[in-house]
Structures are given as C-alpha cells and as structure tokens.
C-alpha cells in the first residue's frame, strides 16, 4: 500500500467497529437480497457491483472500502455494449494548466479551486459561494476492470456469501489501485 493508493480496505475499523466478526459481512448478510439478480449468472458483474456498492459510502458509513482524499466517486457498473466491468472514478483535480499559467482570466475576482479542511476536498458552502467565485476541475476516468480473479457467482445464496464479496472487493481494489495509483501520484506532486 502506497499514499496514493485510490483505495484501502479498512479491516482494523470494520473489526473494531463490528457488532459481530465484521460491519462488511453484516452488512452483506442484512442486504443478501440485494445479490438476488446475480445468483447462477455466468458473469460476476453484476455480483462485483452490489459487493463494491455495500462495501462504501453511503451503504455504509464510513466505508469498508476508504477512498483517497481526492477520489470523490468510485461506482461500478456493467458497459451496455458488451457486459464487462466498468468503474467510473471521480477525482478532484487542480486546475488544467492553460488555467493556471495566466491569471488575467480572473480579472481581480479571486477565483477559488477546491476549499479544502484536514486534507479533504469539500464542496465550497453557500456562504464561500457567496463571496467568491469557484472553478473546481474534475477529472473523470472510466475504465474497466478485468474480471480474471474476481470469484465466480454461486448459483444461489449461501454462507459463503460474505467471504465472496470480500474476495470480489479485493480484487477490485487492487485492479483499482494499479490503474489510479500512478495517475494520484502525479497529480499530488
């Protein structure tokens, strides 16, 4: 795990945190009806998105999965034209640099980026948008995500269920990380 890393899974939280072994498998266990559209489908898509959406915000909060401080959105969904695996990641990001070689844009305005309290980028207040104008970058990825070690769905719910989607979550954690953590490197220098 780097500083970069897009996401983390936060194990020490979710046990200490837990009314039983884990808030992520009780969690998984309150919502298994949430998997029913998944069961026997020969591709685990639709199961590595239900396990990704419980597994953060505002399923559950705070996430099992933590993001980066400049990953606002991380979702996971099936591509229309062929079923694979998709995320689309949301980051804040500085401003483009035709922006920020010249200020004559801003004709004395004060112009603001991304207000940020503890590290965290927020969304400026009613009361910041009041008196100052904000331009706030966003970079927006969607990619997919290869399936190859992602768990096959069962072909009915099980006991094993939570055990699944924790292995599912991992992997895309993973895959996550080795595609975003460079791109996060760079735009945090």
């Known amino acids: 795990m780097t500083q970069y890393d897009a996401f983390r899974i936060d194990q020490d939280y979710d046990r200490e945190h837990a009314e039983g072994p884990s808030r992520y498998r009780t969690q998984i266990e309150r919502n298994a ?19 990704w959406r419980l597994a953060t915000t505002p399923f559950l909060d705070p996430g099992y999965v933590r993001f980066h401080r400049r990953v606002l959105t991380a979702d996971c969904s099936r ?28 004709r004395d305005r004060g112009w603001r980026g991304w207000p940020e309290t503890f590290g965290q980028f927020l969304v400026p207040s009613d009361r910041e948008l009041s008196k100052t104008p904000h331009a706030r970058a966003l970079l927006v990825i969607d990619t997919p995500i290869p399936l190859d070690h992602v768990p096959p769905v069962p072909d009915e719910p099980s006991p094993e269920l939570p055990e699944l989607a924790h292995r599912t979550v991992a992997v895309l954690v993973r895959e996550l990380n080795e595609l975003l953590t460079p791109l996060l490197g760079q735009l945090e220098q």
């Open 33 to 51: 009806r949430e998997f029913a559209d998944t069961w026997g489908d020969i591709s685990p898509v639709g199961f590595a998105c239900t396990a």
């Open 79 to 106: 591509n229309s034209w062929d079923g694979t695996l998709m995320a689309r990641v949301t980051l804040a990001s500085p401003w483009p640099e035709p922006l920020t070689r010249s200020r004559t844009w801003w």
